[in-house]
Structure formats: structure tokens, C-alpha cells
């Protein structure tokens, strides 16, 4: 298990080119052009947002808060699929490359990022519309459960082991979540039908969108997107190179004991 | 296949034999579950309950979510036993010694599952016993066939998501505290279905029994679910 140059190099192709050798850092043209594109979203979106989108005729102001939460709802979704797509690779393709575990591991911490930021971001609006910060609605009773999942997950890719342990215990993790969160939902719905007095607002229920309202939160899934790719390559990035620091590492170290040795012996 | 059912027993045995001579389970785990269902009263014994429309009587408040309180001592003691049981495990690199001498992983899922099971199968047992002496729980022979049915599936639900997941976090650094981060969320379904399937078969504020068996089937379908990805992930699981 000591270095893995072959594994290392399989990891770029993953997300599609790797940083020169000779860059500090990890970026490349590719990454700091997906960057600028990010920042013009953001950018985008912040006026679309807050300037040019009339307030909701229910929820007036508070209607903003959805540019934001929608979007980040969006991704983590998407970031957990990614998750799990690449978990599935790692295990039954028949290299094993870690390039899928780093890229599982990394859009799960984007996704997990996402996830809070929804809840956050949700409970302020739920409390400005609603008039509370929580509803035990399924659909948010379940999101609360998808994060505390992936958390585990996290904590779980942290435990120590070799490269290959971490790939492989993480990736059964990744796809049990996805045994046990329909498990969950499923009968948090069942909890939540059973209880009709507790029935209210439906995050997205009867909200009728005028065309700007719809195009904003179009700008916000896009410019949202655009930062997860360009976070999940950074950090699928910055992984590989934790990983190569760990190989190298011991390798160094074996060199150092075997010098020690010739000079013993010498 | 035949084998696989004999290993699994041994496996069983081998378990329970070691509870039994060491006897951790009876002698921590259980006071501990009492003692949660005591302090359960420190928290909870002070506004009346649901009234039942049955018996034309409000009771505690106590009364009226004992069944989740029972199964939520039996999840608290669900960690404290799979704990239990991997550290045996993981003491002189004993499941490395079984998978090494050639035993199949499937085979020591289902025996340490069935171990557990019946270990907390007891437990339940005794924890009910425990509700209906101090939360005033009163039993009917009319719920008695959807009691054990949930008693019996949940049961088995628990242990296999139990051992699945103690199995994962054995050999770590930090598995006290990382177990239950992970197994908390997962059995939810359990703790819902069990507890609603429980409601309807004491009749809990006047709940029928025909409306516990819907509930009974989320938990089969748990057990189901966990059962088949225990067999298959436990292996790789535990091979590192």
C-alpha cells in the first residue's frame, strides 16, 4: 500500500486534467475560468435576487431567501447522487481507482455543505412565513436525516487505515445511505400522514412564480451548480494530494530506516 | 447452505456463551435500561396523557408514550450491546482469527445477529415488564398477536442493522462515540413503526389494533432491507 503513482494519475482523469506538477496550487486554466464563471453567477444572482425581482404577493421579502435555498436543496441532492454514483464505481470497477473515492468524498462534503445550508436557510424562512423555525413535515424531516447521514459518512472517511480501507468502508457507507434513506422517508411519511392536524405550508406547496421570480432562482441553480463543480475539483484535488503526501511520506520514511541501517551496519 | 446454518449457530453460541460467563449484558446493560426508564419519568411525569375514550380515563402523560420510551431504552441499550459484542471481537484480533481460519462472513453476521437478538429480545421483555409496574401500562390479550409479531420483527431489525454497523466501526479509532452517529439515523423507520405498531396493540389513547399492522410492515420491510445488506456487505466490511 506504500505509493501509488498509477492511482494518483487515475484521480485527474475523474474531473479531467490535473494541475501542472510545478503549480503551488490546484488550480488550472480550466478551474480558474469555472471560478470567474461562479463569481459572475454569484454576482448575477445577488441582482436578480435582491434588486430586480418583485416581492411575493404572500410572502413579500422573505420570498428572496428561496434564490438561495432552492438552489442549495438542488445540489446536495445532486452532490449526494454524485456521492453515490461514485462509491458504486470504486467498488465494482475492476481497478478500485481512488479517483472515485476522492470524488465521492468530496461531493459529499459539498453536498453536506449544501444541506446545511438549506436547513439554515429554511428555517429562517419557515419562521418568517410560517411562524415557526421547524415542521415535522417528511420532506424536511428526512432532509434533517440525510444530513446527520452524511455526516456519519464524513466522520467515517476519517477513521484512519489505508487508502484503500477508507475507499472501501466508506463506499459500503455510501450505498447502505442509499438502502436507508428511502427507508426513512418512506416512513417519516407514513408518521407525518398519520398526523393530518400538523398539515401546513408545503415548502414549494401553492407558490405561484411570475417570470422573473422563476428566472432568478434559474440564475441561482446555475450559478449554485457552477460552485459545486468548481469546489468539488478543488477538493477532489487537494484529496489526491493528501494522499500523495501520505504515500510519500512513508516512503521517506522507509528511506530514512533504511540509511539508518547502512550506517549501523557501515 | 447446510453449513452456513451450523456455522451461524456457532457463532450464536460462541456469543451468548461469552455473555453468559461474562455477563455484561445482565449485569451493566440491563440496570442501565432500568435506569433510563426511570429518569424517563424524572422528565416526563408531570401533565396527563391522551384520554382514552375506551376506558373513559385520562391517564399519565407517562402512560401514554410508553411504548416509545421503551423502544427508545431499547435502541440506548442496542449501542452499549454492539459495542459489547465487537469489543469481544476485536480482543486478541478474534474476527480476524475466523475470517482468516475461513469462515464465512454471512455466516458470522447472522450468528452475532442472532446472538444480539436474543439478548435484546429479553430485554424488551423485561423492559415492558418495567413500563407496566412503573408507567401504569396496562396489556390485552386482543393486541397480543400484533405485540409479539413487532416484538419478533423489530427485534430482529435492530440486530442486523446493529451488527452491520458495529461490524463497520470495529476496528476504528473513536467507535464509542462514532456508533451512534451512525446508527441512530438508520433505525429511525424501526423506532416509528415499532412505536406506532406497540400504540395499537396496548389500544394507547384508544388506538385500534387494525391500525398497527401497516406499521408492522415498515418494520419488516427495515428487517428485510438490512438483513440482505448485512449479508452481503458484513464480508468486505470486516476484511481489512
Known amino acids: 500500500m506504500a505509493s501509488h503513482p498509477a492511482t494518483t494519475t487515475t ?46 404577493v404572500n410572502q413579500g421579502e422573505s420570498v428572496r431567501i428561496l434564490y438561495v435555498h432552492v438552489p442549495s436543496a438542488w445540489l446536495a441532492y445532486l452532490a449526494f447522487v454524485v456521492t453515490a454514483v461514485a462509491s458504486a464505481m470504486y467498488l465494482f470497477s475492476k481497478r478500485h481507482s481512488l479517483g472515485w473515492d476522492r470524488l465521492a468524498g468530496a461531493s459529499a462534503e459539498a453536498g453536506v455543505l449544501f444541506m446545511a445550508i438549506t436547513i439554515g436557510v429554511g428555517a429562517l424562512w419557515g419562521r418568517l412565513t410560517w411562524g415557526v423555525f421547524w415542521e415535522w413535515d417528511a420532506r424536511l424531516t428526512t432532509t434533517a436525516f440525510l444530513l446527520v447521514t452524511y455526516v456519519g459518512y464524513l466522520a467515517v472517511r476519517r477513521l484512519g487505515g489505508t487508502q484503500h480501507q477508507r475507499a472501501k468502508r466508506s463506499s459500503i457507507l455510501a ?33 405561484k412564480m411570475d417570470g422573473l421570480m422563476l428566472f432568478t432562482l434559474f440564475v441561482g441553480i446555475v450559478a449554485f451548480t457552477l460552485m459545486y463543480v468548481w469546489l468539488v475539483i478543488h477538493r477532489q484535488r487537494t484529496l489526491a494530494a493528501e494522499d500523495l503526501l501520505e504515500d510519500v511520506g512513508l516512503d521517506l520514511a522507509i528511506d530514512a530506516r533504511r540509511a539508518e541501517r547502512v550506517a549501523e551496519v557501515g | 447452505m447446510r453449513s452456513m446454518v451450523r456455522t451461524a ?82 480482543e486478541d484480533g478474534a474476527l480476524d482469527a475466523l475470517r482468516a481460519a475461513g469462515v464465512d462472513a ?74 451512534p452517529l451512525l446508527l441512530l439515523p438508520v433505525v429511525a423507520p424501526v423506532l416509528i413503526g415499532a412505536t406506532r405498531a406497540v400504540e395499537a396493540a396496548l389500544g394507547t389513547g384508544g388506538t385500534a389494533i387494525a391500525d398497527g399492522w401497516p406499521w408492522v410492515g415498515v418494520v419488516a420491510v427495515f428487517a428485510v432491507a438490512f438483513g440482505a445488506g448485512g449479508t452481503l456487505a458484513f464480508g468486505p466490511l470486516i476484511d481489512e
Open chain 1, 11 to 56: 484521480s485527474a482523469t475523474a474531473t479531467g486534467g490535473a494541475p501542472p506538477a510545478t503549480s503551488a496550487g490546484t488550480a488550472t486554466r480550466a478551474t480558474r475560468l469555472l471560478g470567474a464563471l461562479t463569481l459572475v453567477g454569484v454576482a448575477w444572482l445577488l441582482l436578480f435576487g435582491l434588486v430586480l425581482s418583485p416581492a411575493d
Open chain 2, 106 to 179: 454471512a455466516a458470522v453476521f447472522w450468528g452475532k445477529t442472532i446472538a444480539l437478538a436474543l439478548q435484546l429480545a429479553v430485554l424488551e421483555v423485561l423492559l415492558l415488564g418495567t413500563a407496566v409496574i412503573l408507567y401504569a401500562v396496562e396489556l390485552r390479550w386482543s393486541g397480543a398477536v400484533l405485540l409479539v409479531t413487532t416484538w419478533l420483527t423489530a427485534t430482529l431489525g435492530l440486530a442486523a442493522v446493529g451488527t452491520l454497523y458495529g461490524g463497520l466501526a470495529a476496528g476504528a479509532r473513536g467507535r464509542e462515540t462514532l456508533l
Open chain 2, 9 to 90: 449457530w456457532l457463532v450464536t453460541r460462541k456469543d451468548l456463551l461469552v455473555e453468559w460467563r461474562s455477563r455484561v449484558a445482565l449485569n451493566q446493560v440491563l440496570p442501565f435500561a432500568a435506569i433510563v426508564m426511570v429518569i424517563f419519568a424524572f422528565a416526563l411525569d408531570r401533565f396527563p396523557g391522551v384520554p382514552n375514550p375506551e376506558e373513559g380515563s385520562t391517564g399519565s402523560l407517562l402512560e401514554t408514550v410508553a411504548p416509545g420510551l421503551v423502544w427508545l431504552a431499547t435502541l440506548f441499550s442496542l449501542l452499549l450491546l454492539v459495542q459489547r459484542t465487537f469489543a469481544v471481537e476485536r
Open chain 1, 175 to 207: 450505498l447502505l445511505a442509499v438502502l436507508e434513506i428511502p427507508l426513512v422517508h418512506w416512513s417519516v411519511k407514513l408518521w407525518r400522514s398519520l398526523h393530518q392536524e400538523a398539515t401546513v405550508l408545503r415548502p414549494d406547496g401553492d407558490v
